[in-house]
């Protein structure tokens, strides 16, 4: 009993360290899209996909927020989001003048340089994000798991033995 009692425990504070993650992860989603935005105004199709990413990130983190019992949705979107980031990621740090060039800003070329760099930054916080939400999330799942396995066993017990009293009652 001793046991369950602290493992229900951990995982109390395990779901608690994933809703602050989460809710870093939901700040860092909007905070991706300033420095995309404020490169360029009038946005041009490189621009578009961006905050598409963007936009999928904030979805998978204000699902992942909002309900605690949707693995699979959530799961999708933080997989689709996580490859979606890396490969902005790949592109901005790999060929950091070619994103310049193909954004197009109007910007003095050092101010762009450095709301390039600033927004992988931010990609590699919300990738490393992404990771811990869902390694953690696994975590949350497996918890959630032993503990309906551990109590689907004494329900059954009392099941039984209600039903038993009621048949010799009869």
């Known amino acids: 009993m001793g046991s369950s009692k602290t493992r229900k425990g951990s995982c109390s504070i395990i779901n608690l360290v994933l809703s602050l993650f989460k809710s870093i992860l939901l700040i860092l989603s909007v905070a991706s899209l300033v420095p995309t935005i404020y490169l360029k105004t009038p946005l041009t199709s490189p621009g578009y996909a961006v905050v598409t990413i963007s936009s999928i990130s904030i979805m998978s983190s204000f699902v992942g927020l909002c309900s605690q019992f949707c693995y699979i949705t959530h799961f999708t979107l933080l997989i689709a989001s996580s490859a979606g980031q890396l490969l902005r990621i790949l592109v901005l740090f ?6 310049l060039s193909i954004m197009k800003s109007a910007r003095d070329p ?3 340089k450095l709301l390039v760099r600033l927004e992988c930054g931010i990609l590699m916080a919300m990738f490393v994000m992404h990771m811990g939400i869902f390694i953690l999330s696994c975590v949350v799942r497996n918890c959630c798991v032993r503990e309906y ?5 004494e329900n059954g017990v009392e099941v039984l033995l209600g039903y038993r009293r009621t048949r010799l009652n009869s």
């Open 110 to 112: 050092r101010e762009a």
């Open 94 to 99: 790999a060929k950091e003048k070619w994103s």
């Open 149 to 153: 396995e551990e109590l689907e066993p």
